[in-house]
């Protein structure tokens, strides 16, 4: 069974930085783009941001565009989400999920558990 | 950006049938994609393209999408399908790509 295990959450100052990582296991990692989409508490969902299976393509929401950078290590089976210039309302529970196929429209089809990013002082 | 609005919350006895829209500017020219999320757990893919059920998922769940509205559709519901429900579809463009998912609906079995 498909595996995503996200980690690197915590409490972090605003304006600090934060690097998540999503180490995924049981099928080709390099063969799927992969998402991160977060949940601000009581919220509903919202996308953050994709890469493609070889990482040459990128797009993010536009509340992240400039501060998040999201990247893949096909060796080791892992994205990351690099957060800088945090604010307040990026406090959320931060999930990756795999895109079925190519990126281009198909539904989320595995997700992990998440892990949850406070920014607070 | 491309805005999808659903109804906060959707009531039902079970055994009934559950209806929950989607209602987006043409949103029958996209692909609709519907995800059920239970407190503290990560959402599932319920339904896809439309109308598409991924392996695991009952027959009870279907869907559909013309026009300016795309509707989830639970018949028989059971308790075990009280949840968050959340529409999603794909954005592009020449100046943008994006996802974007609806408010989401919680579903109550009374």
């Known amino acids: 069974q498909v595996q995503l295990v996200e980690s690197g959450g915590g409490v972090v100052q605003p304006g600090g930085s934060l690097r998540l990582s999503c180490a995924a296991s049981?099928?080709?990692?390099?063969?799927?783009?992969m998402h991160w989409v977060r949940q601000a508490p009581g919220k509903g969902l919202e996308w953050v941001a994709v890469i493609s299976y070889d990482g040459n393509n990128k797009y993010y929401a536009d509340s992240v565009k400039g501060r998040f950078t999201i990247s893949r290590d096909n060796s080791k089976n892992t994205v990351y989400l690099q957060m800088k210039s945090l604010r307040a309302n990026d406090t959320a529970v931060y999930y990756c999920?795999?895109?079925?196929?190519?990126?281009?429209?198909?539904?989320?089809?595995?997700w992990g558990q998440g892990t949850l990013v406070t920014v607070s002082s | 950006s491309y805005v999808l609005t659903q109804p906060p919350s959707v009531s039902v006895a079970p055994g009934q049938t559950a209806r929950i829209t989607c209602a987006g500017n043409n949103i029958g020219s996209k692909s609709v994609h519907w995800y059920q999320q239970k407190p503290g757990q990560a959402p599932v893919l319920v339904v896809y393209d439309d109308s598409d059920r991924p392996s695991g998922i009952p027959e009870r769940f279907s869907g559909s999408n013309s026009g300016n509205t795309a509707t989830l559709t639970i018949s028989r519901v059971e308790a075990g399908d009280e949840a968050d429900y959340y529409c999603?579809?794909?954005?592009?463009?020449?100046?943008?790509?994006?996802?974007?998912f609806g408010g989401g609906t919680k579903l109550t079995v009374l």
């Open positions: 999603q579809v794909w954005e592009s463009s020449t100046d943008l790509t994006h996802w974007v």
């Open positions: 999920a795999r895109d079925r196929d190519t990126g281009s429209g198909s539904p989320f089809d595995y």
């Open positions: 049981r099928f080709s990692f390099s063969t799927y783009a």
